[in-house]
Nanobody, 126 residues
Framework: EVQLVESGGGSVQGGGSLSLSCVVS????????MAWVRQRPRGGLEGVAT???????DYAEFVEGRFTISKDSAKNMIYLQMNSLKPEDSTTYYC????????????????????WGKGALVTISS
């Protein structure tokens, strides 16, 4: 059974930074496409960033160079470093796997994810 446990959420002022972590068990971070997705204000999930098995990265347009996804194969963890945070970034972020191609933000948003954690709440004040 694949389990994903996020940590690192919290509250910061606009312009601040947060770092999310995800402990992965039941599979390797090098087996599947790994992703961070977030809850949309009106429901549903949208892709934030993906990292493929070969390390290829993809980001949503709204990231605008502010976020960085990474993974540590030895620790079996993935991370999302978020800088220059905006109030509109406030929502719940989920660590996720995607088993099928493509490994991309569009793929996670349009075609879904397979496994996800309970989420980490991020709140950005203006």
């Amino acid at each position: 059974e694949v389990q994903l446990v996020e940590s690192g959420g919290g509250s910061v002022q606009g312009g601040g930074s947060l770092s999310l972590s995800c402990v992965v068990s039941g599979t390797s971070v090098d087996t599947y496409c790994m992703a961070w997705v977030r809850q949309r204000p009106r429901g549903g999930l949208e892709g934030v960033a993906t990292i493929d098995t070969d390390g290829r990265l993809d980001y949503a347009e709204f990231v605008e160079g502010r976020f960085t996804i990474s993974k540590d194969s030895a620790k079996n963890m993935i991370y999302l470093q978020m800088n220059s945070l905006k109030p509109e970034d406030s929502t719940t972020y989920y660590c996720a796997t995607r088993h099928r191609r493509p490994c991309s933000v569009e793929g996670t948003t349009l075609y879904g994810i397979n496994d996800w954690g309970k989420g980490a709440l991020v709140t950005i004040s203006s």
